[in-house]
């Protein structure tokens, strides 16, 4: 459904018009003055996956990597926050 609203209307309700138009699919001509100015329309819906489509691609996608826990391990083990973050590593400078 297609509604006009003014400029003023939109610098106060935007977040609401944004909404209404992702989740019931409204547009709107914004005016100034009277006279339209612009439209705002959802954009066209990007397909969507489904559940049968994402469990072929993972059964197609092969046996997992025995390593790769391990190796998520060592990553989440090497990942420190530094004692000051502010301090001038060597050869950054």
């Known amino acids: 459904m297609e509604h006009r609203v003014s400029a003023t209307e939109i610098a106060r309700n935007l977040g609401d018009i944004l909404n209404r138009v992702r989740c019931k699919g409204d547009a709107f001509v914004v005016e100034r003055n009277g006279k339209p100015i612009a439209r705002i329309i959802p954009l066209p819906a990007a397909p969507h996956t489904s559940v049968r489509d994402a469990l ?15 190796d998520l391990e060592r990553i989440g083990e090497a990942d420190r926050i530094p004692e000051d973050a502010w301090a001038v590593r060597p050869g950054s400078s």
Do not use: E, I, K
Not at 56 to 70: I, L, M, V
């Open 56 to 70: 072929t691609a993972w059964r197609a996608a092969g046996a997992p990597d025995p390593a790769f826990a391990g």
